[in-house]
């Protein structure tokens, strides 16, 4: 059989998709389809880039969380084909398996175990491209043709293979430029989010790590706070080295710390009612600290079965194995899994303190981990952690700068959400041709 003749996998579903229309094959679009090589990258501090599937978790390749390899590996990894602008990232395994990302302008960077590389023609518009390849029509469709026992995998001839639907090459930019607008404002949104969280670390760090004002009063230099602040720090350490009246204590006094667990999964009446259940897999895309919803719901029967029951707004929500690290606020009452440290914080730290404290300590979190099969954090392990807690005035108003800026990130993570769903739902309606871009010099007027 020719390459030509070679069928498309089965078209998606009527409910799925509003207006039938003709299909093109994947690699018929492409100048080629690329996996990588099968063994894991050795990783450097330095050096080009090396691409893994978490790193393309939001649609976008994030340079800033991206690690390095050597010379000597960028060069053997690109033997088949060398990674560059206009060319789509894929990655075809694990938790973040069906996702794609551009690869960014003047960026050298080469494929980590799982991914693909996929090179379109002349064809298509890359920018269209990667939107259907992320899109939910397509996520729904190619579930069905998972292998592994172990991660979820899509093999090669299934990726050569994927159905893209047959539209001109006028009509994918025009799809591009509207829907691309809206994963512009989406980056727009995470990069601020990541300034505002970097200030509050920064803030964080000076104030409670390094303890910079006080050492600034105690060596007679001159304020960089205002007045009303700089009054409220000591102008002396302890002899155990931390501010003057301030207190040694530990996370687990100052938060309650919880765990969850899973109910039956045998038992239907414990599944898909309105009560939120978090799994560490919830917070693994997240592009912010926070969560809005989770992937699966409990009904009240199930709530009942785990001994921490409902956490409320708020609650500070710590992965604790597979892997360690994962952080969110809940923005949502929300009921967790074994899977999870749950810091609710009533007591005198907020939760923007412990956020920021978590992160910070992560390295003495990850150190107190232990297990045979997974490294994993206990409750008993984390509760005795240190953390030192300032006077009242001095925590009163750090909350006072960094909550408005933790509710910030929340406010623009709700703003993506809500116009990743508009772009999620208007995109099957604009590739079916149920909906078309109107002709129009506002690339986001549409019309029925």
């Known amino acids: ?22 299909w093109s094959r994947l690699d018929d679009l492409c100048e080629g389809v690329f996996d990588c090589p099968h063994t894991t990258p050795v990783i450097t501090d330095e050096g080009p880039y090396v691409v893994r599937s978490q790193d393309v978790r939001t649609g976008i390749f994030r340079l800033d969380q991206a690690a390095h390899v050597s010379e000597e590996t960028y060069q ?8 560059r602008f206009g060319d789509i990232l894929y990655s075809r395994e694990g938790t973040y398996f069906g996702l794609a990302a551009e690869v960014p302008r003047g960026v050298r960077v080469c ?18 491209l990667r939107l259907w390849l992320n899109s939910p029509v397509l996520h729904r469709h190619i579930m069905g043709f998972r292998d592994g026992t172990v991660a979820e995998r899509l093999n090669m001839p299934t990726i050569r293979g994927l159905p893209v639907p047959h539209i001109s090459l006028p009509e994918q930019r025009a799809i591009a430029a509207t829907l691309g607008a809206l994963d512009d404002k989406i980056e727009l949104n ?10 509050a670390r920064a803030l964080f760090r000076d104030w409670f790590v390094d303890f910079g004002p006080t050492r600034a009063r105690m060596e007679g230099r001159p304020p960089y706070l205002s007045p009303d602040l700089w009054s409220l720090f000591p ?21 309650r710390v919880v765990g969850g667990s899973t109910p039956s999964t045998k038992e239907p009446d414990f599944w898909d009612g309105g009560i939120n259940w978090a799994t560490p897999k919830d917070l693994s895309t997240l592009a912010a600290p926070v969560l809005l919803e989770t992937s699966r719901s409990i009904t009240a029967a199930g709530l009942a079965k785990i001994s921490s029951g409902l956490l409320p707004v708020g609650s500070l929500l710590l992965s604790s194995r597979a892997p360690i690290g994962y952080l ?4 949502v009452p929300v009921a967790i899994n074994q899977g999870f440290i749950g810091m609710i914080c009533d007591k005198r730290l907020s939760n923007v303190f412990a956020w920021l404290w978590t992160l910070e300590n ?14 994993e954090i206990s409750k008993a392990n984390f509760r005795p952690l240190p953390v030192v807690v300032a006077t009242d005035p001095v925590l009163h108003a750090f909350d006072a700068i960094t909550k408005p800026l933790y509710e910030r990130i929340a406010k623009n993570e709700l703003e993506s959400r809500t116009l990743a769903q508009t772009r999620d739902l208007l995109l099957p309606r604009l590739m079916s041709g149920e909906l078309r871009v109107a002709k129009t010099e506002q690339p986001v007027a549409i019309t029925a």
């Open 328 to 331: 969110a606020i809940a923005e």
């Open 190 to 199: 995470r990069k601020m989010n990541a300034k505002l969280e970097a200030m």
């Open 1 to 22: 059989m020719s390459r030509a003749a070679k069928p498309v996998f089965p078209p998606l579903e009527a409910d799925s998709w509003p207006i039938s229309r003709e």
């Open 76 to 83: 053997e990894r690109i033997a088949r084909a060398e990674p």
């Open 362 to 375: 992560m390295e003495a979190i990850l150190a107190k981990a232990n297990g045979s099969t997974f490294q």
């Open 111 to 128: 494929l980590g175990q799982r991914m693909v590389l996929i090179r379109p023609s002349d064809k298509i518009d890359t920018r269209f």
């Open 235 to 255: 102008d002396r350490l302890d002899a155990e080295g931390k501010p003057e009246g301030w207190e040694a204590s530990t996370i687990g006094d100052e938060v």
